[in-house]
C-alpha cells in the first residue's frame, strides 16, 4: 500500500472514538452467561468465593471497556457498570422463564440444561436481555454489538430496543427479525422466518413507532410478516404460517393464508414437468 493511503488509514484509526474490540465486549457476556449458567461454564467454581472473584472481574472488564468510550457515555463507567451487575438477578429470572417456555413449548427439548446449552433461540434472546439492559442505560453501539454478534451465530435479529416481556419462546429461530420499537408481551411464541418490522424505511421514522405490538398468549407461526406501528396483535391469537398482516386483529383472532395448490395426477410421462435447478 502506498504511504498516502496509510497515512489516510491512520487518520480514520486516530479519529475513531471507540477503541476498544467488539470481541471483547461479545466475551464479557459470555463470560456474564457463564457466571448465570452452570451448564455454560468453562470452569467448575469450587467455593463460593471463587464465583465472588469471577464476578468481580467481569466487573472490571466492563469498567476497562466503558472506559475506552467514557466520553460518549451519559453517566460514568462505573455507575454503568455497577448499574449492569445490580440488573443480573433480574436478567437471570428473566432468562429463566425464557429457558422454561421454550423446554414448556417444544416436545423435543428434554430439560431445561439442553435449552440453555444448544437452542439457538435462548442463545439470542440471553444477548437480547443484556443488550437491552445496556440499551435502556442509554450506552451507544454496544448493544447493537452484541445483539448483531447473536445474529452473526443464531440467524436471529433482535433489536435491542425492543421490549420483550416474560416468558418469550423462539422455537428454531433461523430467519427471525425483530424491529427496534417492536413490543411483545408475555408467553409469546414465534416460529422461524417471522419478520416483526415497518412498513416503511424512511429516516423520517427515526424516532417513531414503526414495529408491530403482539400482546400476551400469541403464536405466530413460520415465514408470517407483520409489519407497521400501529399493527396490534390482540391477546390469544394465532398467526398462521406466511401470513402477511398490516393491521390490526383483536384479542382470540385466528389469521391464516391459504395458498392455491393444485394436485393432479396424469399417467401420461409427457405430461410431467421436470423443473431444473
Known amino acids: 500500500m502506498n504511504s498516502q493511503f496509510l497515512n489516510t488509514l491512520f487518520e480514520s484509526h486516530h479519529r475513531a472514538k471507540h477503541q476498544v474490540p467488539a470481541s471483547a465486549m461479545c466475551k464479557l457476556v459470555e463470560g456474564v452467561l457463564q457466571l448465570l449458567f452452570p451448564p455454560l461454564a468453562d470452569v467448575r467454581f469450587e467455593t463460593v468465593q471463587e464465583l465472588e472473584e469471577f464476578s468481580n472481574g467481569l466487573k472490571v472488564n466492563m469498567m476497562r471497556i466503558l472506559t475506552s468510550m467514557e466520553r460518549e457515555l451519559p453517566m460514568s463507567p462505573e455507575v454503568i457498570s455497577e448499574r449492569m451487575m445490580q440488573e443480573l438477578p433480574h436478567i437471570y429470572e428473566l432468562l429463566l422463564m425464557d429457558a422454561e417456555a421454550i423446554a414448556a413449548g417444544d416436545p423435543a427439548a428434554q430439560s431445561i440444561e439442553e ?132 393491521e390490526s386483529v383483536p384479542p382470540y383472532s385466528r389469521v391464516y393464508h391459504r395458498p392455491q395448490i393444485d394436485v393432479r395426477r396424469s399417467a401420461e410421462s409427457a405430461n410431467v414437468i421436470n423443473f431444473s435447478i
Not at 184 to 204: C, E, R
Request: charged share 15%.
Open 115 to 246: 435449552v440453555v446449552r444448544t437452542y439457538p433461540g435462548f442463545k439470542a434472546v440471553a444477548m437480547y436481555r443484556m443488550a437491552h439492559a445496556l440499551y435502556q442505560l442509554e450506552v451507544p453501539l454496544l448493544p447493537r454489538v452484541l445483539t448483531e454478534y447473536a445474529h452473526a451465530r443464531t440467524g436471529i435479529d433482535i433489536h435491542p430496543g425492543a421490549r420483550i416481556g416474560t416468558h418469550f419462546c423462539i422455537d428454531h429461530g433461523t430467519g427471525i427479525v425483530i424491529g427496534e420499537t417492536c413490543v411483545i408481551g408475555n408467553y409469546v411464541k414465534v416460529y422461524q422466518g417471522v419478520t416483526l418490522g415497518a412498513l416503511s424505511v424512511d429516516k423520517a421514522m427515526a424516532n417513531i413507532k414503526r414495529h408491530p405490538t403482539i400482546e400476551n398468549n400469541v403464536v405466530i407461526y413460520a415465514g408470517a410478516t407483520i409489519l407497521g406501528g400501529n399493527t396490534v396483535v390482540g391477546a390469544n391469537s394465532l398467526v398462521g404460517g406466511n401470513v402477511w398482516l398490516t
